[in-house]
């Protein structure tokens, strides 16, 4: 089974870039890597995916080395609103989804 | 659009007795997918249905869980007999896009989640 790890908790100040890793290290080739945010009460909402390289929505990039043993979420200048909990989630070779353990993301005024 | 949406969104039940959670995804997903986090612990995969048949249950803990999805539309979690160690959050997801050649690459839309408390 695949073993994902993450950062427990970070802080950063409004306006700065935040980037959270997470390694995965039993990816199967072929499968994607998506992450999540999750507020208090509320089921976890996708932010973004990639398979490789560098992938940009509106309101992150992700960041692949080309060994697909870790992404880096990163978050450009974040606001009060992004404190949550941030997941990366991967599919090992087993077809099995799982779940990193969450990032705490607080951002201070 | 209408979410995804979980009942009851709160249980509280006795040891040793049943509980069904029912989520209905989506509109027109075919995919469905339950998780569970229980206490201190990361948000664990159960397993994952494509319409009616289920494609992956291997992280069903025991035969204590039975999963249905009949039709293809809503599906029932059902767990019989509730253990102490049950109790956790029990979170649905659905998605549109079949697994193709990358495996993981649809957007999951889950629910607000059903907290399940055993005593």
């Known amino acids: 089974l695949a073993k994902t790890t993450q950062p427990i908790s970070m802080d950063s100040y409004e306006g700065q870039e935040v980037n959270i890793t997470c390694s995965h290290n039993n990816i199967a080739t072929n499968d994607y890597i998506t992450w999540y945010q999750q507020f208090p009460s509320q089921g976890p909402r996708f932010i973004i995916q990639?398979?490789?390289t560098k992938v940009t929505n509106e309101v992150a990039s992700l960041f692949i080395p080309a060994d697909r043993k870790s992404s880096t979420l990163s978050l450009p200048r974040v606001s009060l609103s992004d404190t949550a909990v941030y997941y990366c989630?991967?599919?090992?070779?087993?077809?099995?989804?799982?779940f990193g353990p969450g990032t705490r993301l607080s951002v201070l005024p | 659009e209408a979410g995804v949406t979980q009942f009851p969104s709160h249980s509280v039940i006795e040891k040793g007795q049943t509980v069904t959670l029912r989520c209905d995804p989506i509109s027109g997903h075919d995919n469905l997918y339950w998780y569970r986090r229980v206490m201190g612990k990361e948000i664990k995969f159960l397993l994952h249905f494509v319409k009616e048949s289920k494609q992956d249950e291997s992280g069903m803990p025991n035969n204590r869980f039975l999963a249905e999805r009949t039709g293809g539309t809503y599906s029932t979690l059902k767990v019989q007999p509730a253990e102490l160690e049950d109790s956790g959050v029990y979170f649905c997801?659905?998605?549109?896009?079949?697994?193709?050649?990358?495996?993981?690459?649809?957007?999951?839309?889950f629910g607000p989640g059903t907290r399940l408390t055993v005593t």
């Open positions: 989630l991967v599919v090992d070779y087993g077809q099995n989804f799982v």
């Open positions: 997801a659905s998605s549109q896009a079949a697994a193709g050649d990358h495996f993981g690459g649809d957007e999951q839309y």
């Open positions: 990639g398979y490789k």
